[in-house]
């Protein structure tokens, strides 16, 4: 008996018709896979949006701050793009590079990843904060594809930029006068004009500050006392933690001044250790280092030293500019958290004051 072929011919074309199921499906996947990864626009009616990518930006944060810009379709898609190259016709790994970008919502995924990955981005963003020392900001701009340390130091040394922007005649650089804050650079610049943006920033700045009378004669604030408050602004920052006390640390500091008492300021002589002798920040300064023989070191000489030890920010410029009259000639450290200091007047009181912190600090340590 001859045996029928339908049962064959009907598995064939169920299978065929599963086959044609399963190619309709993976070209509807990679046809809505395309789209994702295309422009969020045509050129025409494109919008353009800057973008920063600070250093240290993940992946998964960028695609977050893409979509929530409408500059993405697809959060999921940007990463698997980035993780995946070959899915958006790209080659070799991604890696995100920090800047500031200006980007279109005619780009597609793969233009993107091109853009981000470059470095070439429109601005690097430079944050820098209050209290760093010339030669951090060096660094700090290095690691940024701003300008090499090299030709910032060199710049900020230079007599005839000092001279040009303004600074004191008796500074040896621009420490002090280069303003904490965030700054817009493009990458590669030289050293000078960095250092000029920097400086110009501070001399605008310091505009807002209410200079005491003590400062100015006949009205005028001379480029020397100018130096003075940069100088005491600089040690009141490396010493205040909370900010309301910045005021406080500089009347101290006033006093002494005063009265020819030296300022005994650790913070100096840690300069003396990092930025002038070169060696690592210590963990503590111990007798030895008060003994360290420098212009900067308050414990050995009286008076302010030859200039900065920081670049400070508004909140201690104004306490140096215009400190508050109080009595105080000490302050020691009583709340290692909170990072307040106890203010006294007399030499017994601080010494008191000090015994109860290091009493206090022995007994929460059991």
């Not at 009378?213 to 205040?240: C, F, M, N, W």
Request: net charge neutral; proline share 5%.
């Amino acid at each position: 008996m001859k045996m029928s072929n339908r049962p064959m011919r009907r598995s064939l074309a169920i299978l065929l018709g599963l086959c044609a199921a399963m190619l309709v499906l993976v070209a509807a996947g990679f046809a809505a896979l395309q789209f994702t990864f295309s422009s969020v626009s045509g050129k025409e009616n494109a919008v353009s949006v800057r973008v920063e990518v600070p250093s240290g930006t993940g992946v998964r944060t960028l695609a977050r701050m893409l979509v929530r810009e409408k500059l993405v379709r697809s959060e999921k898609a940007f990463y698997l793009a980035a993780r995946c190259p070959f899915l958006a016709g790209r080659s070799g790994a991604f890696v995100l590079k920090p800047g500031v970008y200006d980007v279109s919502s005619a780009q597609n995924i793969a233009q993107l990843l091109d853009m981000f990955g470059s470095g070439e981005g429109a601005y690097i963003a430079a944050v820098i904060p209050e209290g760093l020392t010339l030669g951090q900001i060096a660094a700090e701009l290095d690691s940024l594809g701003v300008c090499a340390i090299d030709d910032f130091r060199a710049a900020a040394a230079d007599k005839a930029l000092l001279q040009a922007c303004g600074i004191p005649a008796s500074a040896r650089d621009f420490e002090g006068y280069l303003f904490p804050d965030t700054y817009f650079f493009t990458p590669q610049m030289t050293g000078k004009e960095v250092v000029r943006v920097m400086a110009d920033t501070f001399f605008r700045r310091f505009q807002e500050v209410d200079v005491a009378d003590d400062y100015k004669v006949d009205g005028v604030l001379s480029p020397e006392r100018l130096h003075d408050i940069v100088t005491l602004a600089s040690i009141v920052e490396r010493e205040y933690r909370a900010e309301r006390e910045a005021p406080l640390i500089a009347s101290v500091f006033a006093n002494r001044l005063e009265t020819g008492t030296g300022l005994y300021s650790c913070a100096t002589v840690a300069y003396v250790i990092t930025e002038i002798l070169g060696r690592p920040h210590p963990d503590i300064i111990t007798y030895d280092d008060l003994k360290i023989d420098s212009p900067y070191n308050t414990y050995r000489w009286r008076g302010l030293p030859p200039g900065p030890i920081s670049n400070p920010g508004m909140v201690a410029l104004r306490a140096a500019a215009n400190p508050p009259h109080t009595d105080y000639f000490y302050f020691t450290l009583t709340d290692a958290d909170a990072g307040t200091h106890t203010f006294t007047e007399t030499l017994s009181s601080h010494v008191q004051a000090t015994a109860q912190f290091k009493t206090k600090k022995t007994a929460a340590a059991k």
